[in-house]
Nanobody, 123 residues
Framework: QVQLGESGGGLVQAGGSLRLSCAAS????????MGWFRQAPGKERESVAN????????YYADSVKGRFTISRDNAKNTMYLQMNSLKPEDTAVYYC????????????????WGQGTQVTVSS
């Protein structure tokens, strides 16, 4: 059974950094596309970044390019989202997700989701 578990969220001041982790278990993810999404209060969930677990192309939303970095540690079966220069508009619940498909173009392409971790950026 595939399980994804996020951690690392919290409260940080604007300009600060956080690193989110997504621990993945239940199968080998080498052929999966892994993604980070976020949902702010009153807004739709949006894609933040994604990558092939096996390496190669990465995607970033324009709003986070140059500030966020997606990566993974094969030995730990964990994906990360390093978030630097955080802004109040980055406040949201952040989710990790896994898709059997590649490339992934829409949210519905993701097969598995974590429970989310709250990130709050104060001004």
């Amino acid at each position: 059974q595939v399980q994804l578990g996020e951690s690392g969220g919290g409260l940080v001041q604007a300009g600060g950094s956080l690193r989110l982790s997504c621990a993945a278990s239940g199968r080998t993810f080498s052929s999966y596309t892994m993604g980070w999404f976020r949902q702010a209060p009153g807004k739709e969930r949006e894609s933040v970044a994604n990558m092939r677990w096996g390496g190669g192309r990465t995607y970033y939303a324009d709003s986070v390019k140059g500030r966020f970095t997606i990566s993974r540690d094969n030995a730990k079966n964990t994906m990360y989202l390093q978030m630097n220069s955080l802004k109040p508009e980055d406040t949201a619940v952040y989710y990790c997700a896994a898709s059997k498909r590649s490339p992934v173009t829409v949210e519905d392409d993701y097969d598995y989701w974590g429970q989310g971790t709250q990130v709050t950026v104060s001004s």
